[in-house]
Nanobody, 122 residues
C-alpha cells in the first residue's frame, strides 16, 4: 500500500507557473506508474499526465502538451508536475495517483492523494 500527499498548489495569474509535488510513503514507489489528474467543480476527474516506473515514458493530455512536464525521483519517492503558461481552464483540484497499470483512466489507479488546489486567474 502507498499513501500520497500532494503539495504546491496555489493561485497564479494566467501565463504563470506552478510546480506540484506528490510525496509517497512506503518502499514500493518505484513499482508504481504515477499519474496526475485534475477535477474542476461540477466536472469529472480528467487525465493530465502519467509517467512510467523508471520515468522512461511520459504521456500527456492534448490540453497540456507542451506546457506541463511530469517527472519523478524514485530516490525521493516523489513525482512532480511542472506547469508553465497556465490558463484559466487549468483551474481545479489536482490529484496524483499510483497504479499498477496506469494510463489515462482513473480506474487504472489504485491509490490517490487528497488533492491540491490550483487557481488561475485571467
Amino acid at each position: 500500500q502507498v499513501q500520497l500527499v500532494e503539495s504546491g498548489g496555489g493561485s497564479v495569474q494566467a501565463g504563470g507557473s506552478l510546480r506540484l509535488s506528490c510525496a509517497a510513503s512506503g518502499r514500493t514507489f518505484s513499482t508504481y506508474l504515477m499519474g496526475w489528474f485534475r477535477q474542476a467543480p461540477g466536472k469529472e476527474r480528467e487525465f493530465v499526465a502519467y509517467i512510467t516506473r523508471n520515468g522512461g515514458i511520459t504521456n500527456y493530455a492534448d490540453s497540456v502538451k507542451g506546457r506541463f512536464t511530469i517527472s519523478r525521483d524514485n530516490a525521493k519517492n516523489t513525482v512532480y508536475l511542472q506547469m508553465n503558461n497556465l490558463k484559466s481552464e487549468d483551474t481545479g483540484a489536482y490529484y496524483c495517483g499510483a497504479g499498477g497499470t496506469g494510463g489515462r483512466s482513473v480506474y487504472e489507479y489504485d491509490y490517490w492523494g487528497q488533492g491540491t488546489q490550483v487557481t488561475v486567474s485571467s
